[in-house]
């Protein structure tokens, strides 16, 4: 990523690095707790909600070509699991490791402009602006990488009836009697016929048969 305007102090997500002064092997750690931006996670899916506490460990470290930050981000993330759609909270843990460059710059501290060949690397490069960061590309990538694509609210969910939508967790023997489509309309025509009707449909009435045994003797 290209540098960017002047980051915003007062950003919870915006860190400073002055401290560090920019001597190679310095180190700083911090903790902060910060409200969760709008769509930490995976939209329509499962993610953090907006103004959820999330708690920032982070180790920053100075080397040659900028600050290399180390971290671990904790909160609790919010979902609909995909088999039974029950609503479900999960602990997310998301660690994250990024270079965070220098840009280059003349003794004025102007930052110069980088060559042809260089412009399409520097679109996935992070920089430093006036000894700060933003650190919620990456905390928003982290999130993402760590939440599961498919939550579910247990391992065994058995899901949802595909027949009634009934939550099959909640009555294990549900089950619906299986009836052959092919045979449901002469089930119910055999039920509504008295036996006289089913003799005739046979063929026979009694009284015939009786009359052929006769003529036999």
């Known amino acids: 990523m290209a540098p960017n305007a002047r ?8 860190f400073d690095t002055h401290e560090l002064g920019r001597r190679p092997g310095a ?4 903790t902060r707790v910060i409200d969760a931006p709008v769509d930490l996670g995976i939209q329509g899916v499962v993610g953090v909600p907006e103004g959820a506490p999330v708690e920032l ?9 900028g600050v290399l930050v ?8 919010e979902g609909e699991c995909v088999r039974c759609l029950e609503p479900l909270e999960l602990a997310l843990e998301a660690d994250f490791q990024e270079m965070f460059s220098y840009p280059d710059a003349d003794d004025r501290g102007r930052v110069k402009a980088e060559p042809a060949d260089d412009a399409e690397d520097d679109e996935d490069r992070l920089f430093i602006e006036d000894g700060m960061f933003d650190l919620e590309p990456v905390l928003r990538d982290a999130v993402v990488l760590a939440l599961p694509m498919q939550p579910v609210c247990q391992d065994d969910c058995p899901g949802l009836c595909s027949e009634c939508g009934a939550r099959l967790a909640d009555d ?22 008295g036996d006289g009707e089913k003799d005739e449909m046979s063929g026979e009435a009694p009284g015939s048969a009786r009359a052929n045994e006769k003529q036999e003797k």
């Not at 180390?70 to 993330?77: L, M």
């Not at 549900?174 to 016929?193: K, P």
């Open 7 to 14: 980051l915003d102090h007062r950003n919870p997500l915006v």
């Open 27 to 30: 180190l700083q750690r911090l």
């Open 57 to 65: 460990e982070l180790r920053l470290e100075s080397v040659m070509e």
């Open 70 to 77: 180390t971290g671990t981000a904790r909160a609790q993330a």
């Open 172 to 193: 294990p023997g549900h089950h619906h009697d299986a009836t052959d489509i092919r045979w449901a309309a002469l089930q119910g025509l055999a039920g509504s016929l």
